[in-house]
């Protein structure tokens, strides 16, 4: 795979997965926030009903009766809906149901809420905030119904299907955005860096392909300090070596075939004459007659051939010796 669709191919796939990752926090957080806000506003409910049915939770006995009125009304009005609330009980300081959205309830233990969370008695002197506790895809609140002295606790069940749909929806919402957001910006990168990087090594890997190919005055054109440029310059750089030594090489050819000619008519000129007076050998006289012979033939002329002699040369030789006898032959 060409460098140029590799580098754009891992932006992309690194820039959808730090989009990924980004919108799985991002939606972590968008949903500690919606549940933070539905807990305060739950927790505000459950306190503006624990108020309202302070004075009833106080009467001695506490007025039953018309602490379920107030529980009927709220869900006759759609508080229920509106909120969520499937359930929401009033509880005295013995722990017994005095009023709850299912009438059936009533004098029965509410265990759905923890113990810790039903707080009541004269003991406790400080204010304390409404207890909250997760059990399944519902949230359980319970807060403290007090007059002068506190004298029970109202809790409330909300369901979380609404919370949890909005949180899936925005999980959708962030996943889409933050991918969106990625691999937007994974092509924009990979348009620089394809111009700025890619773009520049394709040409340096033509330049790279023509010096292997034989193309030794080829040289590149990119420059920069970046470490493109700097490759470059190593290319350059490296083909002028090659060049030169090229050309060192093609001299020493040339001063090779040179010699080997000259060698060559030496060997030649020694093949083919006589070492003493420089005339054709044997061999080569033998030669340039076959050649007359046969050219005298194909034109039908005559050829005449001379041959010389010394009158005498032993004797010359004889007396003044064989030194003398080649110089008289030369």
């Given at each position: 795979?060409?460098?140029?669709?590799?580098?754009p191919?891992?932006?992309?796939?690194?820039?959808?997965?730090?989009?990924?990752?980004g919108?799985?926090?991002?939606?972590?957080?968008?949903?500690?926030e919606?549940?933070?806000?539905f807990?305060?506003?739950?927790?505000?409910?459950?306190?503006?009903?624990?108020?309202?049915?302070?004075?009833?939770?106080?009467?001695?006995?506490?007025?039953?009766?018309?602490?379920?009125?107030a529980?009927?009304?709220?869900?006759?009005?759609?508080?229920?809906?509106?909120?969520?609330?499937?359930w929401?009980?009033?509880v005295?300081?013995?722990?017994?149901i005095?009023?709850?959205?299912?009438?059936?309830?009533?004098?029965?233990?509410l265990?759905?809420?923890?113990?810790?969370?039903?707080?009541?008695?004269?003991?406790?002197a400080?204010?304390?905030?409404?207890?909250?506790?997760?059990?399944g895809?519902?949230?359980?609140?319970?807060?403290?119904?007090?007059?002068?002295?506190?004298?029970?606790?109202?809790?409330?069940?909300?369901?979380?299907?609404?919370?949890?749909a909005?949180?899936?929806?925005?999980?959708?919402?962030?996943?889409?955005?933050?991918?969106?957001?990625?691999?937007?910006?994974?092509?924009?990168?990979?348009?620089?860096?394809?111009?700025v990087?890619?773009?520049?090594?394709t040409?340096?890997?033509d330049?790279?392909?023509?010096l292997?190919?034989?193309?030794l005055?080829?040289r590149?054109?990119?420059?920069?300090?970046?470490?493109?440029?700097?490759?470059?310059?190593?290319?350059?750089?490296?083909a002028?070596?090659?060049?030169?030594?090229?050309?060192?090489?093609?001299?020493?050819?040339?001063a090779r075939?040179?010699?080997?000619?000259?060698?060559n008519?030496?060997?030649?000129?020694?093949?083919t004459?006589?070492?003493l007076?420089?005339?054709?050998?044997?061999?080569?006289?033998?030669e340039?007659?076959?050649?007359?012979?046969?050219?005298?033939?194909?034109?039908?002329?005559?050829?005449?051939v001379?041959?010389?002699?010394?009158?005498?040369?032993?004797?010359?030789?004889?007396?003044h010796?064989?030194?003398?006898?080649?110089?008289?032959l030369?």
């Amino acid at each position: 795979m060409r460098l140029a669709i590799k580098i754009p191919l891992f932006i992309f796939v690194g820039c959808l997965v730090a989009g990924a990752a980004g919108s799985i926090f991002l939606a972590a957080g968008q949903a500690t926030e919606l549940r933070g806000s539905f807990e305060r506003r739950n927790e505000g409910l459950v306190r503006s009903v624990g108020a309202m049915g302070a004075s009833m939770m106080a009467a001695n006995p506490p007025d039953d009766r018309a602490l379920q009125q107030a529980v009927d009304n709220l869900e006759e009005f759609g508080h229920g809906a509106a909120h969520g609330i499937e359930w929401l009980a009033f509880v005295d300081c013995d722990g017994r149901i005095v009023a709850h959205s299912d009438p059936r309830r009533f004098g029965t233990a509410l265990r759905e809420v923890p113990a810790e969370s039903l707080r009541c008695g004269p003991s406790d002197a400080v204010d304390h905030e409404p207890g909250l506790h997760y059990e399944g895809s519902r949230l359980l609140v319970a807060a403290s119904v007090r007059l002068e002295t506190r004298r029970g606790t109202v809790a409330a069940s909300f369901s979380l299907a609404d919370v949890e749909a909005q949180e899936a929806s925005g999980r959708r919402t962030m996943f889409l955005y933050a991918t969106g957001f990625a691999a937007a910006l994974a092509i924009a990168l990979s348009l620089v860096l394809r111009a700025v990087v890619a773009r520049r090594l394709t040409r340096l890997a033509d330049d790279t392909r023509a010096l292997r190919d034989g193309q030794l005055d080829r040289r590149s054109t990119l420059a920069g300090r970046d470490e493109v440029g700097q490759l470059a310059a190593s290319f350059n750089a490296m083909a002028e070596r090659l060049a030169s030594h090229a050309r060192h090489l093609e001299d020493e050819v040339r001063a090779r075939t040179k010699e080997l000619e000259g060698a060559n008519r030496e060997l030649e000129r020694l093949a083919t004459t006589d070492p003493l007076t420089g005339l054709f050998n044997r061999r080569r006289m033998e030669e340039i007659l076959d050649g007359a012979i046969a050219h005298h033939e194909r034109k039908g002329r005559a050829l005449s051939v001379v041959m010389i002699d010394i009158d005498h040369f032993k004797r010359f030789n004889d007396t003044h010796g064989h030194l003398a006898g080649d110089a008289l032959l030369r």
